[in-house]
């Protein structure tokens, strides 16, 4: 019988191959010569935790990684927790997903095209390769990054450097160290998670902001750092995400709860809010006193404010969402179209 389908463009194949998992992608390389170079030419890779085509298992059953190494040989069936090296030879690469995997003593990165990138339960060896992967993707537009986690530091800050064309980014959950945020400066769209203070650098391009702040007592200085240093934010999103319900010690209704002092807003009003800036949410609102000074400051200084969405703690009782409405309601707004919503 003919080969018919091995004479087909590489465009074709390429496009058949996309509907394949990454296991019987390497799969097909032991059916020709062919077929042999055509995975490393892929656009797109996912990798989460399965079982992978190992043409050279150690005696400890892990991939023995060299630089040859390409899975041209199909021998056995491995547990595979490491990303394979020769995955960082795909320079073709446009979208690289990682998900549950390893990344060890290697530095050599080289994605000339990719765009995306997604990191999922990944840990690093150390925070060199993560440096070392950033400075291999020169055109990388979308990245997120989720649960990161780090066997040892030994950077600075300073040893990052920012995206140069990256336009959105999603972290979260990341183990100390963290991603810094220079290697974000460049993004229009910025999803946030931090759990301490840490320098904000300049988001000149930065229209859209989700800051999620995983503790009990929002960190004010930081929200005012970014409305700071975001001349063109047009949308805010300020998500206490780990205050769900009334706390037993919680003083509700524009009260001071433990431990939370009251912050003095600036006097000085942040750029972005006399410009373009459009829309505010607050999430998990309590009504505790600097979460409703806040919300004052924004409208009272925006002159282009649409909308103020307040999304309160599912414990508020009716009364209370009530109260919390009417008060802001009634606060004076800069911006004549202004509209308070309460969830």
Request: hydrophobic share 40%; proline share 6%; with cysteine.
């Amino acid at each position: 019988m003919d080969d018919r389908i091995s004479t087909l463009p590489h465009e074709i194949l390429h496009h058949i191959l996309s509907f394949l998992s990454i296991e019987e992608v390497v799969a097909t390389s032991v059916l020709s010569k062919r077929w042999r170079p055509l995975w490393l030419s892929l656009t797109s890779i996912t990798l989460k935790q399965l079982r992978f085509i190992d043409p050279a298992p150690t005696q400890h059953g892990n991939v023995e990684e060299d630089e040859d190494f390409d899975f041209y040989m199909l021998m056995e069936m491995v547990n595979f927790h490491e990303v394979p090296r020769s995955i960082f030879r795909c320079r073709a690469l446009v979208v690289l997903k990682l998900q549950g995997r390893n990344l060890r003593n290697f530095f050599n990165f080289d994605f000339p095209l990719l765009k995306t990138l997604h990191l999922n339960q990944v840990t690093f060896s150390e925070n060199r390769l993560l440096v070392a992967l950033f400075k291999g993707c020169p055109i990388l537009e979308h990245l997120e990054a989720h649960d990161i986690c780090f066997e040892c530091g030994g950077l600075s800050e300073a040893e990052y450097t920012s995206l140069p064309k990256l336009v959105s980014a999603s972290i979260s959950a990341t183990c100390n160290p963290n991603i810094p945020l220079i290697v974000l400066a460049n993004v229009e769209f910025l999803r946030v998670e931090k759990r301490g203070n840490e320098k904000v650098p300049a988001f000149p391009n930065l229209t859209h902001l989700e800051l999620i702040l995983p503790l009990r007592t929002i960190s004010w200085p930081l929200v005012f750092d970014f409305l700071k240093k975001s001349p063109k934010l047009q949308d805010l999103v300020v998500d206490k995400l780990g205050q769900k319900n009334r706390l037993l010690d919680d003083v509700l209704l524009f009260g001071i709860s433990f431990g939370d002092e009251v912050f003095n807003f600036p006097d000085a009003v942040p750029h972005c809010l006399s410009s373009q800036f459009r829309k505010c949410t607050l999430t998990h609102y309590s009504g505790h006193e600097n979460e409703k000074r806040f919300a004052e400051y924004i409208m009272q200084n925006s002159s282009s404010l649409q909308t103020m969405t307040i999304c309160g703690i599912s414990s508020l009782r009716p009364m209370e969402k009530h109260y919390i409405f009417d008060q802001l309601s009634l606060c004076p707004k800069k911006s004549a179209n202004c509209v308070v919503h309460f969830k």
